[in-house]
């Protein structure tokens, strides 16, 4: 049972323009959400979160929104660079507790 | 700040051996750390959940005698794979939980590739 998911396992981007990674979840109780990005053989690195507060995070080039009705966030790079090729994770959380239920990730492919 | 380091990086052992993996903090203390492990192009399958001076709580499916965790002070955590099979070949990754202020966070690990022969 897969409580979030990924439904693209690849996206490629021009360098410059807009990168919208999504992400979906089941799991009502789930009430903090992270974007990770990942690099073959390394561990996941942390982007972005969102608390289920709010509807919207900015930090630099990395926005997260959240639709809590959809069951959906998404996480947009602008304007995308080619060190933002990677993989990226989303991940959650549910209320008060520390585990992380990771999706399934996609690919980004940002070219020149 | 919040540096997680794995030891080894990458290991190969024969099928039937035993493997320990090391999971450090090495600028905070953390009383809890997650392992995990990634099979390729697959998501992170959160496996136990580590605390430090008691039990490790295992993931549902996850055989507790076969994957052992011992938490012995507040910036180390081991995962040993025992008797190692083929199928146990996998991306191994650990996290330590740290408190940012509003919540807490985990810093991940570069990870730990072990191929079983």
């Known amino acids: 049972d897969q409580q979030v998911k990924q439904n693209s396992p690849s996206l490629s981007v021009q360098e410059g323009r807009i990168s919208i990674l999504n992400c979906d979840y089941t799991?009502?109780?789930?009430?903090?959400f992270l974007w990770y990005k990942k690099y073959p053989a390394e561990g996941p690195t942390f982007l972005i979160s969102?608390?289920?507060?709010?509807d919207k995070n900015e930090d630099g080039r990395f926005t997260v929104f959240l639709n809590k009705s959809a069951k959906h966030l998404s996480l947009h790079i602008v304007p995308s660079q080619p060190g933002d090729s990677a993989v990226y994770f989303c991940?959650?959380?549910?209320?008060?507790?520390?585990?992380?239920?990771f999706g399934t990730g996609t690919q980004l492919k940002v070219e020149l | 700040g919040a540096v997680v380091s794995q030891h080894p990086s990458w290991v190969i052992c024969k099928s039937g051996t035993s493997v320990k993996i090391e999971c450090r903090s090495l600028?905070?203390?953390?009383?809890?750390m997650f392992w995990y492990r990634q099979f390729p192009k697959q998501s992170l399958m959160l496996m136990a959940t580590?605390?430090?001076?008691?039990?490790?709580?295992?993931e549902q499916g996850v055989e507790k005698d076969k994957f052992l965790i011992n938490h012995a002070s507040l910036t180390l955590s081991t995962l040993t794979v025992t008797s190692a099979h083929p199928e146990d070949s996998s991306f191994y990754i650990c996290?330590?939980?740290?408190?940012?202020?509003?919540?807490?966070?985990?810093?991940f690990g570069p990870g730990t590739r072990l191929t079983v022969t």
């Open positions: 580590s605390n430090e001076g008691s039990k490790a709580t295992y």
């Open positions: 969102i608390s289920s507060i709010k």
């Open positions: 799991n009502s109780m789930f009430d903090y």
């Open positions: 991940a959650a959380s549910a209320l008060g507790g520390n585990k992380l239920t």
């Open positions: 996290s330590a939980l740290t408190d940012r202020g509003m919540r807490y966070e985990q810093y």
């Open positions: 600028d905070f203390q953390a009383t809890t």
